[in-house]
């Protein structure tokens, strides 16, 4: 099968160079979707077609169920059409044959509809640019609307003073009811050509600050229709897929783990509600370049879900859950099961009203000890517990009241715990931030909870990396394209320096990965150009300045970016020598390997 989908691939990857057409036959399913095109799909049509085409009807694309003969021969079951002359109907029953043309080597079961007629319902004849006059009439409607023809000859006239007739309508209201006339007048070709290249302008995202003259615009069409789209793949041959990990409506619900014994990672559905829809993907375990799935929570066993944490250590999984449990689970090579070991509760000892009250708001875990701040809903009090990792046993446990109480910020009800996120896990102290008011603080604690300090920090730690080291604590955010820094003496007394760099050609709202080699901070950066996207990972130097660019993945969006189809970057980590990325693309989890 591998090898027929790569002569699939290898045949079709000919016919996008050759521009060659493919007679298809199939069925547009009526349970099937239609697909809201992107402007890089968009942009990629108007160079295939020279900047002379009718855009899909409405930007959609529509999937066509194929034949069995033409999935055999393709290589695919579905394809996406895009229509170029009209839209379609959706039928089980009526069958289809299109002449269809590929888009791009980078997506192969994307085809558009070859155009015969490519001036077919054009009012306006094409001698208008060669010589216009009074006697050729151009509807105002037609220059307005979303088709792209005859862009180079529009840009050509761009300081053409000669005059033509536009034909208008005017829409009126009055007491005795609405309607409307025609109207015509005169209009010169120049301004006819602005207002069509306004449509251009919307769609490569070209900013109409000042308006471009007629050299600019050729120089840009030349450059553009010559485009030569490159073989994304190519950016980097360590990309892995593992389908149906997710789901429409699945949220931000997933944790990830290195086990630092066996390499292997660790990707696990905290299982926060509706246990059944994630059955046979909460656990993916990535081996090098092999994976697993599992299921721990089953009809067998349901001893934990809705988990906020996890360490997994040699094979065995150490959770702790929403509800102030720990939970071990060990793997079973007979079964091949990750299987329940036992469970103990989190012991608070000054515990007011019922246990149902309090739950885990943040966690720091290590493999030898996990951290935990457990508020209680109705007190709006926390408590601070220290537990070993491997056996679920408390250490420690002391109010959030109490261990403030030497820092000179006393605790209020409205005191609020900040998330943060660990790059490093060799720390022995625990770290976290808190919000009272308006003000944000660092905060960092012996494992005995006998020794507190605290700084005064901005907004931005909010969310953010901490790596702990030996002299100073980093505090790392990646907020859109701006990437923040502020860096503490180890003992929290001074902000040592606070900086941000921008980024350009950032991806959408989606936030990067920070992680740090040693010597270096690295930044998986996801970005967006005209003609597709990608991630790449950025290693920087003291002033967050880029000194290094490595591509980790390309792709080309099909649709208008939408959460479910868009990339979400979710974890990265050391494996020997690579970096390792896990993101999230449509229904799949991706992984990319980067030396």
Known sequence: MKKLIFLALLFLEKSV??????????????????????????????IKMKGHFQLPPYDYGYFLNLTKEDALKTGFNDIVVLPLNEGFSQ??????????VPLSVNEPTIFYTKQNNVDKGISYNKRIFANPTLKDTVSWDEITNSD???TKQWIDNLDNEKEVTLKSYIIYHTDKGSGSHVQFSKIKMKELAQERLHRVSILFDIVEDEIWTKKQWQDWFEKTINYQEPTLKDCNAGNYSISNIYKYDDGNTMLFDTDTITNKV?????????VDQFKDRQMVIIDSLKYHKYDYYRDDQKQTHNVRAFESINNSLYFVDFYGNWSAYEYDLASDQYNFKEKKQIVLPEITGKRIDYYVSHLQTNENLMFAIIGNEKSKEFQVATLKTQTGETLKVKSLKDLLASTGVNFTKTLEIVHLKYGLKSSVDFVFGIKQGDDYFLVKTNSDLTETKLIKATKEISGATIFVKDKTIDVLKSDRSVLYKMSFDADLKTMVSNQHQVFEDWYYDEDGIVVYDGLNYKLFAPYSLSQYSGINLLTLNEKLETIKTQCVYQFLPLEEPEYNNMIHLQYATKQNEDWLLLFRHESTLRYAKVR
């Open 17 to 46: 160079s050759a521009q060659n057409t493919m007679t298809l036959s199939g069925f547009f399913q009526e349970n099937y979707r239609t697909v809201k095109l992107g402007k890089e799909v968009e942009r990629l049509l108007f």
């Open 91 to 100: 039928s089980d029953k009526d069958k289809v044959t299109l002449e269809l």
């Open 148 to 150: 792209f023809h005859y």
């Open 266 to 274: 660790f990707a696990i559905q905290s299982l926060p509600y509706n």
